[in-house]
């Protein structure tokens, strides 16, 4: 259990097999929003996939696995690390909050029953909490490296650390997704812009930096979402 | 199911009366979050308060109503409401909030287990959805409130408007909070100074005002929370 999830495979792993493995992670990530963690079988995850039961077994060292890889899947499918690792400004990266705060294929109902279901269960599985934590600490580290490069530029506020301003970041925009899904009339745009404002130095403004992060260029954003 | 939770009774309560509905709420939320949601019955909700089986229905218009009630008040214990109307500056609630982290009986696992499964329930059930909804807009107003007395004040940013900072601190504290549920070792002091200093103007700053939240003298905790 203590393995990195997946381990096993991933160093042999064949197209063919990889395709199997997806089918069998988007079959288990359903079951667990439709019938929460306990009520998932690796024999219902099978069928669900339409693949034999064997298939699991294959793949995966047992439900745990099957399952945890699946909520660790749901947590980067809703904040792709590799997108944010891209954005080279607090503006960029703010946009593409925003953005999949928006994003209805992001930000599914089966992503957070996933997710959700995953926080339950990981009261119960101390390996399943240590892969949630370790991934979110992943994301902290990418925010905090982005923030001190802005902060070396002079644009974002220097009192507070790096690394206390990435675990806000993370914690306001986990936040804000909990309460959007409570809320959809929740106005995150604002919010988000209201954060973009904190975090701005006086000398950015000065700079003629745009105003709000949904208008920056470099945002894969439209900005007809407002 | 519209009706405000509980209201119908509310109005005759008498004492003796009021200690069994507590004793339903309590074994409630035991039951939410030993079980999750759908494995809750009223009777069980019964046997676990040593009550008979129509305790239930004498006090609540049956299942869905006694544990969204179970819901709301282990909202209201993690983030009181009546204690967050009394703070009467920014540094005062931020205090407040670093100190309901640190609180383990706010923060047991009851609670957090009954707020993930009743967000879990609330995709199911619009009537609770509202309810939660309801309720954080209830927080977000009075942070607003705040926010608007202190940035007259001068003491508070004034770029954004106060509904948007509500919005952002609300989500920012709820983020902290679960994020802090995944990892106790997660420096949540860090991140709210850092709150608190994009928060303060340099106005504030020169009057000599605290320089953390967890310094303020009308704050209830005590220091060495660090």
Same mark, same amino acid.
């Given at each position: 259990?203590?393995?990195?999830?997946?381990?096993?495979?991933?160093?042999?792993?064949?197209?063919?097999?990889?395709?199997?493995?997806?089918?069998? %992670?988007?079959?288990?990530?359903?079951?667990?929003?439709?019938?929460?963690?306990?009520?998932?079988?690796?024999?219902?995850?099978?069928?669900? !996939?339409?693949?034999?039961?064997?298939?699991?077994?294959?793949?995966?060292?047992?439900?745990?696995?099957?399952?945890?890889?699946?909520?660790?899947?749901?947590?980067?499918?809703?904040?792709? =690390?590799?997108?944010?690792?891209?954005?080279?400004?607090?503006?960029?990266? =703010?946009?593409?909050?925003? !953005?999949?705060?928006?994003?209805?294929?992001?930000?599914? !109902?089966?992503?957070?029953?996933?997710?959700?279901?995953?926080?339950?269960?990981?009261?119960?599985?101390?390996?399943?909490?240590?892969? =949630?934590?370790?991934?979110?600490?992943?994301?902290?580290?990418?925010?905090?490296? %982005?923030?001190?490069?802005?902060?070396?530029?002079?644009?974002?506020?220097?009192?507070?650390?790096?690394?206390?301003?990435?675990?806000?970041? %993370?914690?306001?925009?986990?936040?804000?997704?909990?309460?959007? =899904?409570?809320?959809?009339?929740?106005?995150?745009?604002?919010?988000?812009?209201?954060?973009?404002?904190?975090?701005?130095?006086?000398?950015?403004?000065?700079?003629?930096?745009?105003?709000?992060?949904?208008?920056?260029?470099?945002?894969?954003?439209?900005?007809?979402?407002?």
């Amino acid at each position: 259990m203590d393995n990195p999830v997946g381990q096993h495979e991933r160093t042999k792993e064949r197209p063919r097999s990889d395709e199997t493995r997806q089918r069998l %992670l988007a079959a288990a990530a359903e079951l667990i929003a439709e019938r929460g963690w306990g009520g998932v079988t690796t024999r219902a995850a099978a069928e669900r !996939a339409c693949l034999p039961h064997g298939a699991v077994s294959y793949h995966f060292h047992g439900k745990q696995e099957l399952l945890t890889e699946a909520a660790l899947r749901a947590v980067e499918r809703m904040i792709p =690390l590799d997108r944010l690792e891209t954005a080279e400004t607090l503006t960029g990266l =703010l946009s593409l909050i925003t !953005a999949w705060m928006h994003d209805e294929s992001a930000f599914d !109902a089966v992503s957070s029953g996933v997710l959700m279901e995953a926080m339950r269960e990981s009261e119960r599985d101390p390996a399943l909490r240590h892969h =949630l934590s370790t991934l979110l600490a992943e994301y902290r580290r990418s925010l905090a490296e %982005l923030v001190d490069t802005e902060q070396h530029r002079g644009t974002v506020a220097t009192g507070p650390a790096p690394s206390a301003l990435a675990t806000l970041l %993370l914690a306001t925009c986990d936040g804000l997704l909990l309460h959007a =899904l409570l809320d959809p009339e929740l106005d995150v745009v604002e919010a988000t812009r209201a954060l973009h404002a904190l975090l701005r130095t006086q000398s950015a403004d000065s700079e003629g930096r745009p105003d709000s992060p949904t208008t920056d260029p470099r945002s894969p954003t439209t900005p007809d979402h407002e």
